[in-house]
T-cell receptor, first 111, second 115 residues
């Protein structure tokens, strides 16, 4: 199965710093999705992107759908302790209704 | 949360026993999915359904079967559990977003331990 390349694997940052993570794929996608997962819980959808070049914000989060349709990035500005968790990217394939996932970026925010 | 519940939330079972996990949704979504999540592997698709009695295999379907006799319920069965099936299992639905794309939402997960 296809797996997306997500980087970095982990990040340790000071509270107030900005964060950036990205995902790349060898295939093009119709949709890029970004999730956050807290321990013991299911992934929660943060942002959905539908068109190449699209830039979308959700509060302090900003994500972009790459122009080639093979990549996406997520930025978190002015990080706070509750941003701690694992962030996943996902892409919806161009045929059918299947989704493919990155292996996640573990974010630690140091107060 | 897209109205998705999973049961049980935790289960410990012995090798060789059958296990059924249930996913229930209340919002009439057509597409439903079962994933497993393991360290270092991310989320991997086991089976998915595109309607009542319409299912298809995913990437890691060996040792698993599914059934969907009603829109709201999607069952995952391990016919004879093995230790390699110890994992966290997530149910998900997808619904239309914008521009022909889809969004996917997850349930709270079931932690299964096979001893």
């Amino acid at each position: 199965g296809q797996q997306l390349n997500q980087s970095p694997q982990s990040m340790f940052i000071q509270e107030g710093e900005d964060v950036s993570m990205n995902c790349t794929s060898s295939s093009i996608f119709n949709t890029w999705l970004w999730y956050k997962q807290d321990p013991g819980e299911g992934p929660v959808l943060l942002i959905a992107l539908y068109k190449a070049g699209e830039l979308t914000s959700n509060g302090r989060l900003t994500a972009q759908f790459g122009i080639t349709r093979k990549d996406s990035f997520l930025n978190i500005s002015a990080s706070i302790p509750s941003d701690v968790g694992i962030y996943f990217c996902a892409g919806q394939g161009v045929t059918g209704n299947q989704f493919y996932f990155g292996t996640g970026t573990s974010l630690t925010v140091i107060p | 949360d897209a109205g998705i519940t999973q049961s049980p939330r935790h289960k410990v079972t012995e090798t060789g026993t059958p296990v059924t996990l249930r996913c229930h949704q209340t919002e009439n979504h057509r597409y439903m999915y079962w994933y497993r999540q393991d360290p270092g592997h991310g989320l991997r698709l086991i089976h998915y359904s595109y309607g009542v009695k319409d299912t298809d295999k995913g990437e890691v379907s060996d040792g698993y079967s599914v059934s969907r006799s009603k829109t709201e319920d999607f069952l995952l069965t391990l016919e004879s559990a093995t230790s390699s099936q110890t994992s966290v299992y997530f149910c998900a639905i997808s619904e239309p977003g914008l521009a022909g794309g889809y969004e996917q939402y997850f349930g709270p997960g079931t932690r299964l331990t096979v001893t």
